[in-house]
């Protein structure tokens, strides 16, 4: 079945320098890529998504990159912040799957 | 407008008995789909509902079951809890049709001891 790698496990980064996630899915059948962000004692918040048909979408200080034929989607946060100090997974959709398949969870911590 | 909303928050059950969660979805809402998440762990699929019927279920066994009613908020029924089913119980409400993205409420903390 399908199968989502996360890495890094923990990524600790200075306070407005970059942080960059990446995940590998196993099923190229898979065609839509949400991340979240889940802070403790929270739910899961949907903070940007990416369908197979596009390959990079940009929110703000955080965009997504899609490489299909690589299977492979990475997060790029810029100009960190203290806020952004949480756990993100990615997760992975197919088209005949009503299911996400999560990634393992990257815990950030910004340093100031 | 409210968001997806869940209840209890914390729960405490000995080994053996059943429990229920409830959940109501974010307004406008007709999908709801049930993650469990153990500690340190991304969520796992526990089953989707639409329209009142089951229309997937991950790798869980007969002992979860849910239920959905006419307006939209669904129950999650665990029997013969064991010590394994200790964990965080999410629910996420989403659209049936092509909009694929979910919302997620606080979840559900169940503790078995």
């Known amino acids: 079945g399908e199968n989502v790698e996360q890495h890094p496990s923990t990524l600790s980064v200075q306070e407005g320098d970059s942080a960059v996630i990446k995940c590998t899915y196993s099923?190229?059948?898979?065609?839509?890529f949400p991340w979240y962000k889940q802070e403790l004692g929270k739910g899961p918040q949907l903070i940007i998504d990416?369908?197979?048909n596009v390959g990079e979408k940009k929110d703000q200080r955080i965009a997504v990159t899609l490489n299909k034929t690589a299977k492979h989607f990475s997060l790029h946060i810029t100009e960190t912040q203290p806020e952004d100090s949480a756990v993100y997974f990615c997760?992975?959709?197919?088209?005949?799957?009503?299911?996400?398949?999560w990634g393992a969870g990257t815990k950030l911590i910004i340093k100031p | 407008d409210a968001g997806v909303t869940q209840s209890p928050t914390h729960l405490i059950k000995t080994r053996g008995q059943q429990v229920t969660l409830r959940c109501s979805p974010k307004?406008?809402?007709?999908?709801v789909s049930w993650y469990q998440q153990a500690l340190g762990q991304g969520p796992q699929f526990i089953f989707q509902?639409?329209?009142?019927?089951?229309?997937q279920r991950g790798n869980f066994p007969d002992r979860f079951s849910g239920h959905q009613f006419p307006n939209y908020s669904s129950e999650l029924n665990v029997n013969a809890l064991l010590l394994g089913d200790s964990a965080l119980y999410l629910c996420?409400?989403?659209?049936?049709?092509?909009?694929?993205?979910?919302?997620f409420g606080a979840g559900t903390r169940l503790s078995v001891l």
């Open positions: 509902y639409y329209e009142e019927e089951e229309r």
């Open positions: 996420a409400s989403s659209l049936g049709g092509a909009d694929f993205k979910r919302y």
């Open positions: 307004s406008g809402h007709d999908t």
């Open positions: 990416i369908r197979s």
């Open positions: 099923d190229s059948a898979s065609n839509y």
């Open positions: 997760a992975a959709q197919g088209v005949y799957n009503y299911q996400l398949i």
